[in-house]
């Protein structure tokens, strides 16, 4: 089942600069802004929420604890809109490749946090030096990917 959930993960990475992509299209055929664009995403994304719930049998009446939820928790919503925003802003004017590696590298540095101190009720999971590596690695990777090519090119001239 790890396997699955592992494969699962990956695939969802996939998707992240299709979507970015698709929503950048959305935003030309529409002559509009991001935030539009962003806006049309989600009433989509909603709709096909609503749809799988519905098919799955999520209890609906669940709903009518909506007024009971700390403010906090409202805040997802707001995250998925500034990603869906961002990324459509993003994608056209610095990139898919320095957006995205941008994106992973941000991912990894606050998973980190979350992991260590369990933040939000997350389980603890240790912080050692191949997890701090490997996201060291990922910071190099970003550099790599958004200045490499100067670089190597400074570098040849020299």
């Keep these: ?49 609503l749809a799988a719930a519905v098919l799955t049998g999520q209890p609906l009446a669940a709903l009518g604890s909506l007024p009971r939820v700390p403010w906090w928790q409202w805040l997802g919503g707001f995250l998925g809109a500034f990603f869906v925003f961002g990324s459509t802003l993003l994608a056209p004017r610095i990139g898919m490749a320095a957006m995205v590696s941008l994106i992973v590298a941000g991912q990894v540095c606050s998973s980190l946090v979350f992991d260590r101190f369990g933040l939000l009720g997350l389980e603890i999971r240790g912080l050692s030096w191949v997890r701090i590596a490997g996201a060291a690695l990922i910071l190099a990777g970003v550099a790599l990917v958004n200045f490499g090519d100067r670089w190597l090119a400074g570098w040849q001239k020299g």
């Design 1 to 49: 089942m790890i396997l699955l959930f592992l494969v699962m993960a990956f695939a969802i990475g996939l998707a992240i600069p299709l979507q970015s992509a698709v929503n950048n299209a959305l935003r030309i055929s529409l002559h509009s802004g991001s935030l539009l664009a962003a806006l049309v995403s989600f009433a989509v994304g909603t709709v096909a929420l």
